[in-house]
């Protein structure tokens, strides 16, 4: 994306010197490649293929980056001499990211994720997730609700029993499952 940071430059220049042009068409299917912020368009006017790049797709920059799902419509501008076409806007996406700083969103049709540095949040149809590399909260209550089953205490006369509700705890365990993904 480093490539894009000196093409998205060039593009800027020219626009502030006119000569800018509009243009509608088709993603190509298959030619959006989500790294290197590029697609590919069939234009409406003369089915011409070309290509372009996403704004937002520089290396290390903060952003927000929309991503058009094949086939969408879209409308583009070529930039004045710098022969840069970026996508103004798209009938569908597949997904936004949205960047700053070391916290990223990234939104899609089925889920969203939330990154402030190690720390992950995502929802989706199956549930919510919260964890970082090493750890979920699923898994933790889980650890937690295990241990509360099966607790004993010292007491005078000895050791006790597990706890006379320990199918509380296995009950609130499932009811986690049903809310919480790893």
Do not use: H
Not at 148 to 167: D, E, K, M, Q, Y
Request: charged share 15%.
């Amino acid at each position: 994306m480093n490539n894009n940071t000196a093409r998205l430059g060039s593009m800027m220049r020219s626009l502030g010197a006119g000569g800018s042009k509009l243009m509608t068409g088709t993603v190509v299917a298959g030619s959006v490649d989500d790294t290197d912020g590029t697609f590919s368009v069939r234009l409406t006017t003369g089915g011409q293929q070309v290509d372009g790049i996403l704004p937002g797709c520089v290396s290390g920059a903060d952003g927000v980056i929309c991503f058009p799902e094949d086939g969408a419509d879209v409308v583009l501008i070529e930039v004045g001499d710098s022969g840069g076409i970026m996508m103004l806007s798209a009938s569908r996406l597949t997904k936004v990211v949205v960047t700053t700083g070391s916290s990223k969103v990234e939104a899609k049709a089925d889920e969203v994720k939330v990154q402030v540095g190690g720390t992950v949040l995502c929802i989706s149809g199956s549930g919510v997730a919260i964890g970082s590399a090493t750890e979920s909260l699923l898994a933790v209550l889980g650890d937690l609700m295990s241990a509360l089953a099966v607790l004993t205490v010292p007491t005078a006369s000895g050791v006790s029993g597990v706890p006379v509700n320990a199918s509380d705890f296995v009950g609130l365990s499932t009811r986690l499952n049903v809310i919480l993904t790893n």
